[in-house]
């Protein structure tokens, strides 16, 4: 769902089922994408990037994807385990703010057993 | 292996006192950002530094200063503490601007309330 006022989007999964997540960003000029874990109580971590001239990109159990046609990016986990539980972050640099991450809001993935 | 460190984990102050935030990175990268993190908000930029020397204002600037003498540290101070500054405070670096560089690593935050 999309996030309302102080809640954030939250999506439940199964332990072992996949799980996706989604961004959207409004920049065209945006040219490299990240997507962040941030567990409670800790910082944000780096979990996957992928350039604008790429559709997909595969990391360990994680795969983005995207489509620049609609400015959506998406985040797939397979197989989600417990550990998977966080805020997840996709963020976004475009060419005309080098060096400038743009976050955004951010969903709560729920892993129940 | 360090990385980033920020210090104190925890702080509390009063309005109106000035409190400084540290952060030090080891990786000597070039870049380096201060962030706020609250509720509804997600992540905001304060201020950010592309080398030793070179600061620039970010979304949410008003209240804080930073200075960065050395390029592996990067203190945000707060002049004279206000309660909506209450936050938590995320120290970040990256290696600088390209492909690939702008990736962020963060630190493990500063939990700040200013009662």
């Known amino acids: 769902g999309e996030s309302v006022g102080l809640h954030l989007p939250t999506l439940s999964v199964q332990e072992g089922d996949n799980s996706i997540i989604n961004c959207a960003y409004s920049?065209?000029?945006?040219?490299?994408f990240i997507w962040y874990k941030q567990e409670s109580g800790k910082g944000p971590q780096f979990i996957i990037d992928?350039?604008?001239?790429?559709d997909k990109r595969q990391g360990q159990r994680v795969t983005v994807l995207l489509n620049k046609t609609v400015k959506h990016l998406s985040l797939q986990i397979a197989a989600t385990q417990p550990g998977d539980s966080a805020v997840y972050f996709c963020?976004?640099?475009?060419?005309?703010?080098?060096?400038?991450?743009?976050f955004g809001a951010g969903t709560q993935v729920v892993v129940t057993p | 292996d360090a990385g980033i460190t920020q210090s104190p984990r925890y702080k509390i102050t009063e309005t109106g006192r000035q409190v400084t935030l540290m952060c030090h990175q080891t990786?000597?990268?070039?870049?380096m950002f201060w962030y706020r993190q609250d509720l509804g908000h997600g992540l905001r930029l304060i201020y950010y530094?592309?080398?030793?020397?070179?600061?620039d204002k970010g979304e949410v600037p008003d209240g804080y200063v930073v200075s960065r003498s050395k390029t592996e540290n990067f203190p945000l101070t707060l002049e004279s503490a206000t309660r909506s500054q209450t936050s938590v405070y995320f120290c970040?670096?990256?290696?600088?601007?390209?492909?690939?560089?702008?990736?962020?690593?963060f630190g493990s935050g500063t939990q700040l309330s200013v009662l």
């Open positions: 970040a670096s990256s290696e600088g601007e390209g492909p690939g560089l702008e990736k962020l690593f």
């Open positions: 920049n065209s000029a945006s040219d490299y």
């Open positions: 992928i350039r604008s001239n790429m």
């Open positions: 963020a976004e640099v475009s060419t005309d703010s080098w060096g400038k991450l743009q």
């Open positions: 990786w000597s990268h070039s870049y």
């Open positions: 530094s592309a080398a030793a020397d070179i600061t």
